[in-house]
């Protein structure tokens, strides 16, 4: 038995950028008792979750649906559509750009990772982990391969580690302009169902997503979305697959089932996300999460702390990254934060470790939810000593109630 006060009394602050807080309605959906994966509620199950998910990722084509985290994604993206030792071009834009391309790597993939070239006054240490993907700099190495050996171009949506959001439309058009038939995948693993995206538009190839970020679901299921030329890889690719293999999954999907046992009851809180967002329309979801986005960043700016996301206009809708003075420890300040009000902040991941700390600002949230999210930062930065320049909470307060 698990002690009783292992958990103090109220909810939990789950205000990390992923698994974020999961809405009742939804574990409510999860609850309901689980059914025959080959009877015919279960094929009509999945045939709503499919088509629901294409209009998510804003797609005509298939969308593959797997029980496995973002990760297996990632894999699936890379298994279906490039033969061993296959080059890709990648851009380091933090610790998720980074692990991508160590995935690819131990999967047998000659990768090479372009990083922003400029300097930080702020993380000297870290320039490229505060911007997006340049995409002037994929155009000028695309431009240089002339011989196509790039098989595939892979960056990140949504950098989860950092909380700059990248333009995608900007990375396809540099595509475009340097006439490179490489396939352009695209994580938007914490991004989708929070921030925009187009996978259609934006002519993604492959767009890989998770439940537990943007989606507000319980981790366990991950999405690759397709597009044509995609599929004309996958015939052709000669990586070793079965479990990840699109084809047999979109073959089954006409019916709406899988090849395996789906992660049932997850499709059940899909089927209610989706819902959730029909009733409330994608455009405002994006509003609501740009809204509490740039509340959370008056009270950043309120405290006079820097924010990780240098460009301004790659602030990520889902998550603030705060960066701690130098010599002061942003773990022991998140340990603090948790011990003390029960609240849960990011970390600092890879190169950012200890120098700063991620609010998340997604799933089941409202203004008040964020306003004491707040307050616990700051009574916790306060009672770390941090010098604060003003106070965030109220810099918060007057833009909610603005
Ligand atoms: C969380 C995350 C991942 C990893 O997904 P898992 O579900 O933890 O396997 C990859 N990329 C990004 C951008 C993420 O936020």
Redesign the pocket.
Known sequence: MIKLDFHPTGRHFLQI??PSPVPDRILRAISYPTIDHRGPEFGALGLKVIAGMQKVFKTKHPVVIYPA????A?EAALVNTLSPGDHVLMFETGQ?AS??NKLATRMGLKTEILSYQGSDAVLPQAAGWRQGVQADMILERLKQDTGHAIKAVCV?H???STGVTSDIAAVRKAMDAAKHPALLLV?T??GLGSADFRHDEWGIDVSIS?S??GLMLP?GI?FNALSPKAIEASKTAKMPRAFWGWDEIIEMNKGGYWPYTSSTNLLYGLSEALDMFDEEGMDNVFARHQRWAAGVRAAVNAWGLPIQCADTSLYSPILTGVITPEGVDADEIRKLIQKRFDLSLGTGLGKLKGRMFRIGHLGDSNDLTLMATLAGVEMGLKLSGVKLAGSGVQAAMDYFSA
Not at 69 to 72: A, H, K, L
């Open positions: 950028p992923g985290s973002g990760t297996g990632w998720f692990l991508w990140v949504n950098e989860t994580d693993i914490s998770g537990q970020k981790p991950s």
